[in-house]
């Protein structure tokens, strides 16, 4: 007799496929080896009361402070500890709860849907500007057709073009100069075919720079603002494009001023929840989500963002993380951004293993190279 302890992360199917089970015994095996922690804050009291007997009930359990039994407070917060069957059971139960339950079973409802992505797109930077804080970055109009060969070659998916640093404390850049430093660039796109080959991806938020970009055949418009303005949205749906909703707190010449959350999960959440929903309402059909690494977060902030980024999932939009070579990795391990493709190697794998559909990156081949290996690994 042999005994081998597998790891969380095996294809189930694929294993108890391979045993012999049917396929109706499967889906239900499946479900049961795979667990979900779930954080509920502020719940009442009787709620967790209620919550936690028909968790137990269904063989999962509730964990919840002391003194929670005695109602010696009015709201908890806990923490339920479930298997995928085991919370479709417990969603059923609880729609016929009070004290706020029913909404507790919408959501664990909505968790149970959340599909991963097929595979994971590779979005490759090219900067046309002097300013950007990664210098390998920069692409002058000249260079800009065989940056983008490169990135073809290298097996990129979508190319994302900015002219105008972001970064920190970057200084403003007007709309005016922001056109004229754009339109060589795609007018060195559009007389190549280039958008014949591969996505394109506009970084700005000037409506006038937008349609130069939608009209040279870029698909997709990455808007650090968040789509705070609906002229943005307007061109998207007209163009049947993909927007992609970004979290900034502040502005790239505040946003690090010592920014601060109530709780960054749920304030993103919301926020994501309210643009998504004007988006929608003003006919944009295709939406990504960017939790916006780095802009006015915490080094601790940005850590808790790419381990809980599956907690964006239940949005049922595609997630797109922009972690590369970014400062954070230089305050955890001291680095020049020259020396962070490791670090970026790294945040990238955890965002894609927590849901990430999307990485945004300025080394391609590197990534592509690691998200096969990742992908074999968990293929095995």
Do not use: W
Not at 79 to 85: E, F, G, N, Y
Not at 105 to 133: P, T, Y
Not at 193 to 214: G, H, M, Q, W
Request: with cysteine; charged share 25%.
């Amino acid at each position: 007799m042999q005994i081998e302890l597998l790891s969380n992360s095996i294809d189930k199917h694929k294993y108890l496929k391979k045993l012999g089970v049917d396929s109706g015994g499967i889906a239900i095996l499946a479900s049961k080896a795979t667990h979900h922690t779930i954080y509920i804050r502020s719940l009442h009291v009787g709620a967790a009361n209620i919550l936690k007997q028909d968790a137990i009930s269904v063989g999962a359990d509730l964990a919840v402070p002391r003194g929670t039994v005695t109602a010696m407070s009015s709201h908890v917060d806990c923490i339920l500890i479930a298997t995928s069957r085991q919370l479709l059971a417990l969603s059923k139960k609880e729609l016929a709860q009070p004290f706020g339950l029913k909404e507790v079973a919408k959501k664990l409802q909505e968790i149970l849907k959340i599909r991963r992505a097929e595979r994971v797109e590779v979005m490759g930077i090219i900067n046309a500007n002097e300013d950007s804080f990664f210098p390998e970055s920069r692409f002058s109009a000249n260079e800009v057709v065989e940056a983008v060969e490169k990135m073809i070659d290298d097996g990129a998916d979508i190319i994302d073009i900015g002219v105008v640093s972001s970064a920190p404390n970057a200084l403003h850049v007007g709309k005016d100069e922001e056109l004229a430093r754009v339109k060589p660039v795609l007018e060195a796109i559009k007389k190549a075919r280039l958008y014949n080959k591969i996505k394109f991806s506009i970084d700005s938020y000037e409506p006038e720079v937008i349609t130069c970009a939608l009209k040279s055949g870029f698909e997709i418009v990455n808007d650090i603002t968040g789509l705070a303005n609906d002229e943005i949205s307007k061109l998207c749906a007209s163009n049947n494009s993909m927007a992609v909703i970004m979290h900034m707190q502040g502005s790239p010449q505040t946003m690090q001023n010592e920014p601060k959350y109530e709780n960054i999960l749920s304030d993103i959440y919301s926020f994501f929840e309210q643009r998504v929903a004007r988006a929608e309402f003003l006919n944009v059909k295709h939406i990504a989500l960017d939790v916006g690494i780095g802009f006015g977060k915490t080094v601790e902030d940005n850590l808790m963002l790419i381990k809980h980024l599956g907690h964006f999932s239940t949005l049922g939009k595609p997630l797109l993380v922009g972690v590369s070579r970014k400062s954070m990795i230089d305050k955890i391990s001291p680095s020049s951004a020259q020396e962070r493709l490791a670090g970026t190697l790294a945040l990238n794998l955890e965002a894609v293993k927590n849901g990430a559909s999307i990485i945004r990156v300025h080394d391609v081949k590197e990534h592509v190279q690691a998200l096969k290996i990742y992908e074999a690994l968990n293929r095995v």
